[in-house]
C-alpha cells in the first residue's frame, strides 16, 4: 500500500474536501453512503491527492453540462473512471493544463481573445503544411475548423464554449487522422505507445481513455495544431 495522499489531512478532512466539491457541483445536499466511503478511503490509501480528486469532479460535471446531460449524480462513484484516469496521467506528467490554468476560467473578452487568436493559429498550421500530409486536404479541414471556432459565442458559458471546442477538436482529428499515411499512423502508434509506458495494473478503460487522448495529441502535433481549449496547452 502507498502511504496515504496529504498526510496533513486525515482520512474525514479529505472525505469532507471531496465530498464539499461533490456537493458544489451537484448543487443540491448530499451525503456520502458507505459504498462512497469506500471508495474515497480506496483513493487516499492509493496516495491520490484530493487536489487531483476535486478536478476530476469538476470536469466530469462540465463534460455533463457541456453534453447537456440532465439529471442529478447520486454516487461519487460516477466520477471514478475520471479520477483514476486523472491520477494515471497526472503520475505518467501527460496533463497538459497547469492546476493554475483549471482554477481559472476567462470573461467573454478573454474568451473573444482566445478564440481569435486559435483560428489565427490553425490557419498558419494550414501554411506550414505539418509533416506529410496532403497540402490541399490539410488546408481545407484547418480552414474549417477555424471557421467553427470564429462562429462560437463568446458570451456563453464557460462550460458551452469548451464545449464546442472540444468537438471541433474531435472533429478536426478525426478528419487529420483520416489522411494520415501508413507512415504517419506508424509514427502516432510509437508516440502513444512511449507515452503509455508499462501500464500493468492500470484497468483497461483507463488505458483505452489514455490512449485515445494521447493519439489525439500526437495527431495534432503532426499537423501542427494547438489543443483547442479556452485554458491554455
Known sequence: MERPADAELDEASYATRIEDAF???RGTPFL???????????WRESGIPADTVVRAVHETFEKRRARGMAGKINSISYCAGA???RWEMERRGLVGQSVAAHDRTPGAQE????LAALARRLRAAAESRGAG????LLRKFLDAAAAKI???????P??????KLAAVESSLVKALRRALSPEQHAVVESRVAEALGETAGVSADVVERMRRALTRREVRRLAGVPALTLLGS
Open 32 to 42: 456520502l453512503s458507505a459504498k462512497d466511503w469506500q471508495l474515497v478511503r480506496g
Open 23 to 25: 456537493i458544489a457541483e
Open 111 to 114: 474568451t473573444a481573445e482566445i
Open 83 to 85: 479520477v483514476e484516469e
Open 133 to 136: 500530409f496532403d497540402e490541399e
Open 150 to 156: 470564429e462562429a462560437i459565442p463568446c458570451e456563453g
Open 158 to 163: 464557460f462550460e458551452e464554449c469548451e464545449g
